[in-house]
């Protein structure tokens, strides 16, 4: 009887989320695209992407980020909500892409992105000119604020025990498209215990659970 016990399955330091985690592929409803309006910045994925990394993140007061990375760099999808262990409840479902990314080269580049993160306005270049997005967090202040900060570990295989470790200060900005919905900006700055600073910029939109197809 002891001997069995020490023969029962570990439970995987990375958990399952919405049937997704390492390995398994992400497939949505291309709709929700294919309807996206002439004024949206946002650009969905064309084919099923394979989930080639996944990251958590502990917000506090029991609720948690699970983030998707595919095998196409270009997306990242988003869960909100609990530990996806004994926790398994979904608040919000995001889809990312990234629009830009950037390495700045010292302290004083650093610096000035982080001033722009913390105010009231953003202003996001695009190819078709300058596309202005208003704080979505702490909108009821006209004054700069401080970002909100958190660390996600980042796994690159489901038994993975220890983790890459990120710092992230980041910022939420939105504007309404022509649809009446929100083109989000999360404006994220990432410092890796063992990596180089890089600073994402990310256009997303909410989509409804049932847009996941499984």
């Not at 506090?60 to 983030?67: A, I, N, V």
């Not at 580049?109 to 953003?122: E, S, V």
Request: proline share 7%; net charge negative.
């Amino acid at each position: 009887m002891f001997r069995s016990w020490f023969k029962r399955p570990q439970t995987p330091a990375t958990p399952e989320v919405l049937g997704l985690t390492i390995g398994r592929a992400i497939r949505l409803d291309t709709m929700e695209f294919r309807l996206l309006p002439h004024d949206s910045l946002f650009v969905g994925p064309e084919t099923d992407m394979m989930v080639t990394a996944q990251g958590a993140c502990d917000l506090g007061e029991q609720s948690f980020l699970h983030r998707f990375y595919p095998d196409d760099d270009r997306f990242l999808l988003q869960v909100q909500g609990g530990d996806g262990h004994e926790d398994p409840r979904v608040d919000e479902l995001m889809l990312w892409f990234f629009h830009d990314v950037q390495y700045p080269a010292g302290e004083t580049a650093w610096k000035d992105h982080l001033t722009r993160l913390r105010q009231p306005r953003f202003a996001l270049h695009t190819e078709t000119g300058t596309v202005e997005f208003e704080r979505a967090w702490f909108n009821d202040s006209p004054i700069a604020q401080d970002p909100v900060t958190y660390w996600e570990e980042v796994r690159d295989s489901r038994e993975q025990s220890e983790p890459t470790r990120i710092f992230q200060s980041a910022m939420l900005f939105a504007r309404t498209a022509t649809d009446g919905r929100d083109d989000m900006l999360l404006v994220n700055m990432e410092e890796p215990e063992h990596g180089e600073r890089a600073v994402s910029f990310m256009i997303g939109r909410s989509l409804p659970q049932h847009s996941l197809i499984t």
